[in-house]
């Protein structure tokens, strides 16, 4: 005799299905790994390092990213001589940036494997630079990075306004490259 499904049954499985599905959609897989594109704009990373590179050109990679607050960036050296060194009024002006009052940057870091560390515990946009001076200033080749630090409010932000017109020109205009990817992300904010 085949058994008979009663109507308490069916409800029984239609309500263990629809629990299941919904704890899929909302609950935690138990797989605690970051998305593979955290650090990008619209997906903050808890933990990031960004290459510094000197060939073809002095490079940091990627030049922007994007973490949640208190998170710790390393740039490494892949090659060449390199510094970090945050746009700031008391020692590398002329960029409006930074809503932290203190400067921030590293010493040389003089070759591959050296790192330099720094704390993010402010939500904000944070550019910054290598003012290393090789063949040329690093500056000058546009060797300019930008960390954006939580959901700011993109109309609150030193930083994405027009970049200065005393800073060199390929540092301008990355800035600007910058600002165009940075803001639209801000202004919808998180998902």
Not at 54 to 66: I, K
């Amino acid at each position: 005799m085949t058994p008979q499904l009663t109507r308490r049954d069916a409800l029984k499985a239609a309500g263990g299905v629809a629990v299941a599905a919904v704890a899929g959609c909302v609950g935690n897989s138990g797989d605690d790994e970051p998305p593979e594109n955290a650090g990008e704009l619209g997906v903050p990373a808890e933990e990031f390092t960004v290459q510094t590179t000197s060939r073809p050109f002095p490079e940091f990679d990627p030049q922007v990213v994007h973490v949640t607050p208190g998170t710790t960036v390393e740039w490494v050296v892949e090659t060449g001589r390199h510094n970090v060194t945050g746009y700031h009024e008391d020692t590398h002006p002329p960029h409006r940036t930074a809503p932290e009052t203190t400067a921030w940057g590293s010493e040389l870091l003089t070759g591959p494997g050296s790192s330099y560390e720094h704390t993010f515990e402010t939500e904000g946009i944070y550019d910054y630079v290598d003012t290393q001076q090789v063949c040329v200033s690093h500056e000058v080749a546009g060797n300019v990075g930008r960390v954006v630090v939580g959901w700011p409010d993109p109309t609150e932000e030193p930083a994405l306004a027009d970049p200065q017109s005393e800073l060199p020109s390929r540092v301008a205009n990355a800035l600007a490259q910058f600002n165009e990817q940075t803001r639209p992300v801000l202004e919808d904010g998180p998902e």
